[in-house]
Antibody, heavy 118, light 108 residues
């Protein structure tokens, strides 16, 4: 069974940092593009970042460039999102998702909530 | 950036009804359009990709059509479990893909 499980969310003060993790199983993680997608409270979906299977290329939405870093460890079947200089507007449920053959997100984790507040 | 709009923003329909949700892109995106269903408190689920290809395991009452700027998601016979919010997503400008604002579907 294809499965993605996120962890690492929580409450953090503005300007603080947090590292999210996503554990993958049931598919060949090392061959898959992976993404982070977020959803603010009561809001729609926003793609945040993605990473090539070998980790050599990373892409980010403009609003997180320079603050967030996506990475992966294929030996551990794990995806990460390092979030620095957090802002209130980063408050959201963060999902990890597998990118399919035409960039569709065909598998999603259950999400982890990040709350940025003083 | 490519902007996505959806209509209606919400609808209420009866079991057995034919339901149509429309998605429009601010510029031509070919067939680079996906549809997702999200239920409250759950992750989105992929229904349709490349405008009209049904994701494995998704019931055949769901179908997608369109190309260019105008797309449609159709539920041929609405079932009780089809409640939720439906999002379209363009991947023409991938990796910067963008989602529509969503259409909330309620069962009467």
């Amino acid at each position: 069974e294809v499965q993605l499980v996120e962890s690492g969310g929580g409450l953090v003060q503005p300007g603080g940092s947090l590292r999210l993790s996503c554990a993958a199983s049931g598919f060949t993680f090392s061959s898959s593009w992976m993404s982070w997608v977020r959803q603010g409270p009561g809001k729609g979906l926003e793609w945040v970042a993605n990473i090539r299977p070998d980790g050599s290329k990373k892409n980010y939405v403009d609003s997180v460039k320079g603050r967030f870093t996506i990475s992966r460890d294929n030996a551990k079947n794990s995806l990460y999102l390092q979030m620095n200089s957090l802002r209130a507007e980063d408050t959201a449920v963060y999902y990890c998702a597998r990118d399919g053959s035409v960039t569709q997100f065909d598998c999603w984790g259950q999400g982890t909530l990040v709350t940025v507040s003083s | 950036d490519i902007q996505m709009t959806q209509s209606p923003s919400s609808l209420s329909a009866s079991v057995g009804d034919r339901v149509t949700v429309t998605c429009r892109a601010s510029q031509s995106i070919g067939s680079s359009l996906n549809w997702y269903q999200q239920k409250p408190g759950k992750a989105p689920k992929l229904l349709i990709y490349a405008a009209s290809t049904l994701q494995s395991g998704v019931p055949s009452r769901f179908s997608g059509s369109g190309s260019g700027t105008d797309f449609t998601l159709t539920i041929s016979s609405l079932q009780p479990e089809d409640f939720g919010t439906y999002y379209c997503q363009q991947t023409y400008s991938a990796p910067l893909s963008t989602f529509g604002p969503g259409t909330k579907v309620d069962i009467k």
